[in-house]
């Protein structure tokens, strides 16, 4: 096809130069009457005033929070993934957004290994302190030391009663010989941080500190009468308990795992000097713990998590009650 030709303009009669077109007798130019009310206003005019912010109603402002709709100013205005928000609107959906959590229900935190730099830390201090500074006074003074009053002129420790019964714990910060506290704080280093991570720094530590309680408790119900103990390894051996059953719910594989925990037990029983009973009883409890902690419904993680730490300290507590009972009966 071909393009169409242009169109001359049709002529138009010229007005003759100094003629008015308005009818006769009309008013002038100026004085036309303007729109007929309710129809569109003309380029120009007016616009109707902006409402108010809703809370400083003196500030005009075109600006809506897009999640209510109510007028905005600067000040007042948040960002948002889209548009603005108001200040009532930022601070509800504060109230009800959902708080990111671990795995487990712990708090995400930017250094996962904290607690377990600190307790790493305290234990290389209690071990310069005593093994060359407050040398043999603190370790004598912090062990799990346990004589039954039939044996006079010792001292009882533990046994004595509640005002002995701190050496339960501070016997799992005290060391006394370098390669012991090497190889504790190896194992503490290596499945710390994991521990850590996955169950919040609150939950971890509860772990760490029960398990070595449960560890000296049983050392004090199985040798009670006459036993002097130390050392982190009821608390290591708790973090082994917890650290399988990690593996098993998470699906990890096991051998690693598995390997040095038998390597562990195999040194506990076959070379001497080592108490195999804080081992045996921190394995335990921290499997436990860790069975209570990391299988807990999401509904009710904290009450169950709760009651796992509680129900295991009124276990180890009401333990050594009754133990301290019997040696002094």
Request: net charge positive; glycine share 14%; hydrophobic share 45%.
């Amino acid at each position: 096809m071909l393009p169409d030709e242009p169109q001359k303009p049709a002529d138009r009669p010229q007005q003759p130069a100094g003629r008015d077109d308005r009818p006769a007798g009309g008013p002038p130019p100026a004085e036309r009457p303007g729109p007929p009310a309710g129809g569109s206003a003309p380029p120009g005019a007016a616009h109707p005033p902006l409402p108010g912010c809703y809370r400083h109603p003196e500030r005009e402002t075109g600006i809506g929070c897009s999640r209510c709709g109510r007028p905005i100013c600067p000040q007042c205005m948040t960002d948002a993934s889209v548009g603005f928000h108001c200040p009532e609107c930022v601070s509800g959906g504060g109230r009800t957004a959902r708080r990111a959590t671990t795995r487990f229900g712990g708090q995400p935190v930017r250094d996962g290994a904290l607690v377990t730099k600190i307790l790493i830390g305290i234990n290389l201090l209690v071990f310069l302190l005593a093994a060359y500074v407050y040398k043999p006074w603190l370790a004598n003074d912090l062990s799990l030391l346990s004589v039954s009053p039939r044996y006079d002129g010792w001292p009882h420790g533990v046994a004595e009663g509640p005002g002995q019964w701190y050496r339960l714990l501070t016997a799992t910060f005290l060391h006394i010989e370098i390669w012991h506290i090497a190889t504790n704080m190896l194992a503490l280093w290596w499945m710390g941080p994991m521990l850590e991570q996955a169950l919040g720094r609150i939950r971890y530590l509860a772990l760490y500190l029960v398990s070595g309680l449960a560890g000296s408790t049983l050392a004090y119900l199985i040798a009670g009468d006459y036993m002097n103990s130390l050392g982190a390894s009821g608390a290591i051996f708790g973090l082994f308990g917890a650290t399988v059953v990690l593996f098993l719910r998470t699906r990890t594989p096991l051998g690693p795992v598995i390997a040095l925990l038998v390597f562990n037990l195999v040194i506990t029983f076959s070379v001497s000097g080592i108490d195999w009973r804080a081992h045996i009883g921190g394995l335990l409890a921290g499997a436990a713990m860790g069975f209570g902690l990391m299988y807990a419904p999401r509904e009710r993680r904290n009450l169950v998590q709760g009651a796992t730490v509680l129900l295991m300290l009124g276990v180890v507590v009401g333990a050594v009650v009754l133990q301290t009972a019997q040696l002094n009966g």
